[in-house]
């Protein structure tokens, strides 16, 4: 028993002396500061301003903008001139509306302009959701004006008089009000706006759950290589101590309480879960470090060179974050494959607790946690199995004599035949085998690049009527170029729900067919990862409004006729519903301000490449950390400029790193870019140095530097648009070196400067003063 006190004690120091002390002080402020930001009207989308030029100042154009001041989408309706457009994007208005001359009327004459709209691209998400509402509207109106004019024409004949033609242009300006207003009766629910908060929460906070549990179980098990290197297990095995491996997990547990209870707290507080839910919760997280704690110490344990363990650790939870699409974007694995992985059970289980669904409901779903488990045990047989083979092979004298002096010529050829900054880099990222896995993350990363624009919505339909409207919708929607939808029955919906692999569920429910009094027969229920619920219901809304538009055309035409129609009247409508369709548009788009465009409500890739450079910088800046680097660093102190040279051959170490991330991510070439690049390197550089040279010593980057780069990354904006929230909240890139970065990117001078004072800062800070221990130590 005292070995075994002997080993927890010792796994204490070991821990709290690698940082291990702000890895756990730092989420008792993180996840607070999370909950602020995410509370009330702070986690719903902002209000906008947009612009309107009515050059056309028709009943119809007053109208219009009345309707539009009353949207709560619309903070205000600016009315401005032609000569305002730029000055106006530049205050920050999302878009510009330009309606023209004589628009509505001349409309139904196939004449005339049309409506032009212009939007903000430094407002990504806001400007999505205006075109969503833009484009919906008006393909109401092409629907309008094609059947107006197919049944004008269908009772007055082919030429309209001067009196025809202003009936029609009346009659048809207050069909087209009332279709757009009741465009979203459609739906059952209508809360889109808490709906989209959710999301982003469940996003959110399934990441940071994910990413506290895995960096906590690494920064445990990190120093396994190192001990057993040194023979510590093989003395205390000896001694006769026993569970020195199950002392540092059940350190783990303890340590991971407070972040346990802060969670059972988030959860209690945010989707007043009962007291089963939160104890099912509780076993789910214990069951989550075993999974890691097994899974990291197999391949430490197989790996045995601890700087390579730790570099393949990383790159695997990078490619976790980025394929399975629980963060940044879209998935890139396969549905059958994401969802065994331990952020997507993360998401699955939190999204089905907000759900209230019972834990023998979710239970199916957390299974798959178990194959890291059995991963972890079977890489632990394996590493058994080879220290067995090694050892029998000593003993039959087949272990071949020399091999260390080859590896030491290896080294010694490779120092005189590289560049320093080179040679460094081999060695820091774990020579042949850490250079040939580092290529590989970056081709993985050149992967998720690739066809990054999702140019469509997915979302799934469960078709409960299964009458002859619900399947003309169904056959509008599979044509809309925006959609992609997938039929599935409705057993499997609460499934797609939960694992949210698409955008939704939408429900036609029974009764859809013949329903004519507008009572809402459609349910849509987004998934756990969804962001783009206001541009779905708004595509669905305007394929809905047109067929009713359609089906309509009938008794439109009586109610002019002031009669039945006929069968060869019936058979003229039809063939004029033909005739009036629109070739030319009625309506543009286009962007302003040169920024590319994004997926729809995605971080942008340079705020990928923000999140990965900081994690993966700051786990190769450990080595300043170590003793050995240490003892380096005081003995070129003694040689004139030895110091200056050996951290800027380091620095050329990180530059190249961030070159390779950049060429791999295809990040735009420019000079803003690239002079955010070079400061945001810069600071990681003197930063990472500075945690781990002058407060955190040795393992930083298990430390604090993990909580810190959630903060800058959470604060920054790299996960979403803090533009889109109200308040103070969207400036609070700039108190963050991410989001100064990402400011920079976007053209902001002054937010490139600033990252730039704070690395040389940083960086001076980590070199002027001379090398010593943490202060507590």
Same mark, same amino acid.
């Given at each position: 028993?005292?070995?075994?006190?002997?080993?927890?004690?010792?796994?204490?120091? /070991?821990?709290?002396?690698?940082?291990?002390?702000?890895?756990?002080?730092?989420?008792?402020?993180?996840?607070?500061?999370?909950?602020?930001?995410?509370?009330?009207?702070?986690?719903? %989308?902002?209000?906008?301003?947009?612009?309107?030029?009515?050059?056309?100042?028709?009943?119809?154009?007053?109208?219009?903008?009345?309707?539009?001041?009353?949207?709560?989408?619309?903070?205000?309706?600016?009315?401005?001139?032609?000569?305002?457009?730029?000055?106006?994007?530049?205050?920050?208005? @999302?878009?510009?509306?330009?309606?023209?001359?004589?628009?509505?009327?001349?409309?139904?004459?196939?004449?005339?302009?049309? @409506?032009?709209?212009?939007?903000?691209?430094?407002?990504?998400?806001?400007?999505?959701?205006?075109?969503?509402?833009?484009?919906?509207?008006?393909?109401?109106?092409?629907?309008?004006?094609? =059947?107006?004019?197919?049944?004008?024409?269908?009772?007055?004949?082919? +030429?309209?008089?001067?009196?025809?033609?202003?009936?029609?242009?009346?009659?048809?300006?207050?069909?087209?009000?009332?279709?757009?207003?009741?465009?979203?009766?459609?739906?059952?629910?209508?809360?889109?706006?808490?709906?989209?908060?959710?999301?982003?929460?469940?996003?959110?906070?399934?990441?940071?759950?994910?990413?506290?549990?895995?960096?906590?179980?690494?920064?445990?098990?990190?120093?396994?290589?190192?001990?057993?290197?040194?023979?510590? @297990?093989?003395?205390?095995?000896?001694?006769?101590?026993?569970?020195?491996?199950?002392?540092?997990?059940?350190?783990?547990?303890?340590?991971?309480?407070?972040?346990?209870?802060?969670?059972?707290?988030?959860?209690?507080?945010?989707?007043?879960?009962?007291?089963?839910?939160?104890?099912?919760?509780?076993?789910?997280?214990?069951?989550?470090?075993?999974?890691?704690?097994?899974?990291?110490?197999?391949?430490?344990?197989?790996?045995?060179?601890?700087? *390579?363990?730790?570099?393949?650790?990383?790159?695997?939870?990078?490619?976790?974050?980025?394929?399975?699409?629980?963060?940044?974007?879209?998935?890139?694995?396969?549905?059958?494959?994401?969802?065994?992985?331990?952020?997507?059970?993360?998401?699955?289980?939190?999204?089905?607790?907000?759900?209230?669904?019972?834990?023998?409901? *979710? =239970?199916?779903?957390? *299974?798959?946690?178990?194959?890291?488990?059995?991963?972890?045990? /079977?890489?632990?047989?394996?590493?058994?199995?080879?220290?067995?083979?090694?050892?029998?092979?000593?003993?039959?004298?087949?272990?071949?004599?020399?091999?260390?002096?080859?590896?030491?010529?290896?080294?010694?050829?490779? =120092?005189?035949?590289?560049?320093?900054? /080179?040679? !460094?880099?081999?060695?820091?990222?774990?020579?042949?085998?850490?250079?040939?896995?580092?290529?590989?993350?970056?081709?993985?990363?050149?992967?998720?690049?690739?066809?990054?624009?999702?140019?469509?919505?997915?979302?799934?339909?469960?078709?409960?009527?299964?009458?002859?409207?619900?399947?003309?919708?169904?056959?509008?929607?599979?044509?809309? +170029?925006?959609?992609?939808?997938?039929?599935?029955?409705?057993?499997?919906?609460?499934?797609?729900?939960?694992?949210?692999? +698409?955008?939704?569920?939408?429900?036609?429910?029974?009764?859809?067919?013949?329903?004519?009094?507008?009572?809402?027969?459609?349910?849509?229920?987004?998934?756990?990862?969804?962001?783009?619920?206001?541009?779905?219901?708004?595509?669905?809304?305007?394929?809905?409004?047109?067929?009713?538009?359609?089906?309509?055309?009938?008794?439109? %035409?009586?109610?002019?006729?002031?009669?039945?129609?006929?069968?060869?009247?019936?058979?003229?409508?039809?063939?004029?519903?033909?005739?009036?369709?629109?070739?030319?548009?009625?309506?543009?788009?286009?962007?302003?301000?040169?920024?590319?465009?994004?997926?729809?409500?995605?971080?942008?890739?340079?705020?990928?490449?923000?999140?990965?450079?900081?994690?993966?910088?700051?786990?190769?800046?450990?080595?300043?950390?170590?003793?050995?680097?240490?003892?380096?660093?005081?003995?070129?102190?003694?040689?004139?400029?030895?110091?200056?040279?050996?951290?800027?051959?380091?620095?050329?170490?990180?530059?190249?790193?961030?070159?390779?991330?950049?060429?791999?991510?295809?990040?735009?070439?420019?000079?803003?870019?690239?002079?955010?690049?070079?400061?945001?390197?810069?600071?990681?550089?003197?930063?990472?140095?500075?945690?781990?040279? !002058?407060?955190?010593?040795?393992?930083?980057?298990?430390?604090?530097?993990?909580?810190?780069?959630?903060?800058?990354?959470?604060?920054?904006?790299?996960?979403?648009?803090?533009?889109?929230?109200?308040?103070?909240?969207?400036? *609070?890139?700039?108190?963050?070196?991410?989001?100064?970065?990402? +400011?920079?990117?976007?053209?902001?001078?002054?937010?490139?400067?600033?990252?730039?004072?704070?690395?040389?800062?940083?960086?001076?800070?980590?070199?002027?003063?001379? =090398?010593?221990?943490?202060?507590?130590?």
């Amino acid at each position: 028993m005292n070995g075994f006190l002997a080993a927890l004690k010792k796994d204490m120091c /070991l821990f709290f002396r690698k940082g291990g002390l702000f890895s756990l002080l730092f989420p008792l402020l993180l996840l607070p500061l999370f909950l602020f930001f995410f509370r009330g009207s702070s986690g719903g %989308l902002q209000a906008f301003p947009v612009s309107v030029i009515d050059e056309d100042e028709t009943l119809m154009s007053k109208t219009l903008i009345r309707q539009m001041e009353e949207v709560e989408l619309f903070s205000e309706v600016h009315k401005i001139s032609r000569e305002d457009i730029s000055e106006e994007l530049e205050k920050g208005s @999302v878009g510009v509306l330009r309606i023209p001359k004589d628009f509505f009327y001349t409309a139904y004459r196939f004449q005339g302009e049309p @409506v032009e709209l212009i939007l903000n691209e430094r407002r990504a998400t806001e400007s999505a959701i205006l075109e969503s509402v833009f484009t919906s509207i008006m393909k109401i109106m092409e629907k309008e004006q094609e =059947m107006s004019l197919a049944v004008f024409h269908t009772a007055y004949g082919e +030429k309209l008089s001067a009196s025809e033609e202003e009936e029609l242009y009346h009659r048809a300006s207050e069909r087209l009000l009332n279709s757009v207003l009741k465009r979203q009766l459609i739906f059952q629910n209508e809360e889109v706006g808490a709906n989209v908060a959710f999301a982003l929460i469940m996003r959110i906070a399934s990441a940071l759950l994910f990413l506290f549990l895995s960096f906590i179980s690494l920064s445990m098990v990190s120093a396994v290589p190192e001990e057993e290197k040194k023979g510590i @297990v093989s003395r205390f095995r000896q001694m006769g101590g026993r569970g020195f491996y199950l002392s540092k997990f059940l350190l783990l547990l303890l340590l991971a309480l407070p972040v346990l209870a802060l969670s059972l707290l988030f959860l209690y507080k945010a989707f007043a879960l009962s007291p089963e839910l939160l104890l099912f919760f509780a076993l789910y997280y214990k069951l989550s470090l075993l999974s890691f704690y097994l899974f990291f110490w197999g391949i430490f344990s197989l790996v045995r060179e601890e700087r *390579l363990a730790k570099n393949f650790s990383v790159c695997l939870i990078f490619l976790l974050l980025l394929f399975t699409g629980r963060l940044f974007s879209a998935g890139r694995l396969p549905f059958s494959l994401a969802r065994f992985s331990p952020i997507s059970i993360n998401a699955v289980l939190l999204e089905g607790l907000r759900r209230g669904y019972s834990p023998a409901r *979710l =239970m199916p779903f957390v *299974l798959p946690l178990g194959l890291f488990l059995l991963l972890g045990i /079977l890489l632990r047989f394996v590493h058994s199995f080879m220290e067995k083979r090694g050892l029998l092979e000593k003993k039959t004298g087949l272990l071949k004599k020399g091999g260390g002096e080859e590896g030491s010529f290896g080294k010694s050829f490779l =120092m005189h035949c590289l560049p320093f900054p /080179l040679w !460094r880099g081999y060695i820091l990222l774990g020579r042949t085998v850490g250079v040939l896995l580092f290529l590989l993350f970056c081709l993985c990363l050149g992967r998720y690049a690739e066809d990054k624009t999702q140019e469509k919505i997915a979302v799934y339909l469960v078709n409960e009527d299964g009458g002859e409207w619900s399947r003309e919708l169904l056959r509008d929607l599979d044509a809309e +170029k925006s959609l992609d939808i997938q039929l599935i029955p409705e057993r499997e919906k609460e499934e797609k729900l939960l694992y949210g692999d +698409k955008e939704g569920v939408l429900t036609i429910r029974k009764g859809y067919t013949g329903d004519r009094e507008e009572k809402g027969k459609l349910l849509y229920e987004s998934g756990s990862a969804s962001l783009s619920e206001m541009g779905l219901r708004e595509i669905v809304a305007a394929v809905v409004a047109g067929e009713k538009i359609e089906r309509g055309a009938n008794d439109y %035409l009586s109610s002019l006729l002031g009669r039945e129609i006929r069968a060869d009247e019936q058979d003229l409508l039809t063939k004029n519903q033909k005739q009036y369709k629109r070739t030319s548009p009625l309506y543009t788009v286009r962007k302003q301000n040169g920024a590319t465009r994004e997926e729809l409500f995605s971080p942008r890739r340079e705020a990928v490449y923000a999140f990965l450079l900081y994690f993966f910088l700051f786990s190769l800046a450990s080595v300043a950390g170590e003793g050995e680097e240490k003892r380096v660093a005081a003995r070129l102190q003694s040689i004139a400029g030895a110091s200056r040279r050996y951290l800027i051959g380091l620095f050329l170490v990180f530059l190249g790193v961030s070159l390779c991330f950049f060429f791999a991510l295809r990040l735009d070439f420019s000079f803003n870019t690239m002079l955010s690049l070079l400061s945001y390197t810069l600071f990681l550089f003197g930063f990472s140095r500075f945690l781990s040279v !002058r407060v955190l010593g040795e393992g930083a980057e298990t430390g604090l530097s993990l909580n810190l780069g959630l903060f800058f990354c959470l604060s920054g904006g790299a996960f979403m648009d803090f533009s889109a929230l109200s308040g103070w909240v969207k400036y *609070l890139p700039y108190l963050s070196p991410v989001g100064l970065f990402l +400011k920079g990117t976007e053209g902001d001078l002054l937010a490139s400067a600033i990252l730039l004072v704070i690395g040389l800062c940083t960086c001076r800070s980590s070199y002027d003063r001379p =090398m010593r221990l943490p202060f507590f130590l």
